[in-house]
């Protein structure tokens, strides 16, 4: 079976040059055809089911590969800053499988280079205070199909 899949993914690969390695095991998993249980889904006899090589370049020809647009400001709060990162428009291509289920994250880069999150990723937009010591904030949104972008914000 190794042979096979992995044709397929090459061929997934070739219809969208753009797919990251794990959007490909995800175009894999959610066009392969399941034969041991008709409603889909893993089990442990066929695990995702059968690859189908027509399906697969298909899905991965309408695979949402567009970063979710979002927004960011800050402004001065006392002493610190009151920062926002929340919903922007969606830049889905007409016609791409839409990859819904944004979620938000807040972090600080370190000066040794650490990312530590302050805010978690989460579904709905951030609103929340930050020191106004020097740092380099970075707002991040993924969607449901691995995209994601990165804002900095530098706070002094």
């Known amino acids: 079976a190794t042979p096979i899949v992995s ?6 690969w070739q219809a969208e040059r753009r797919l990251q390695s794990e959007q490909v095991a995800d175009v894999l998993q959610r ?3 399941q034969t041991f249980r008709p409603s889909g889904g893993w089990n442990e006899f066929t695990g995702h089911g059968v690859v189908d090589a027509g399906a697969a370049v298909e899905l991965a020809r309408r695979f949402d590969i567009t970063p979710p647009a979002f927004r960011v400001s800050r402004k ?3 002493r610190g800053f009151e920062v926002f990162v929340g919903r922007g428009r969606d830049r889905t291509a007409r ?6 289920g944004v979620t938000y994250a807040l972090a600080v880069r370190t000066r040794d280079g650490d990312v530590r999150f302050i805010v ?7 609103r929340t205070r930050v020191s106004a010591r020097k740092a380099r904030y970075e707002a991040v949104a993924c969607d449901a199909n691995g995209n994601c972008r990165v804002r900095s914000l530098r706070i002094r």
């Open 7 to 12: 044709a397929v993914a090459a061929l997934a």
């Open 31 to 33: 066009s392969a055809r």
């Open 76 to 78: 001065r709060a006392g």
């Open 95 to 100: 016609g791409d499988e839409l990859a819904g």
């Open 120 to 126: 978690n990723p989460r579904r709905r937009a951030i």
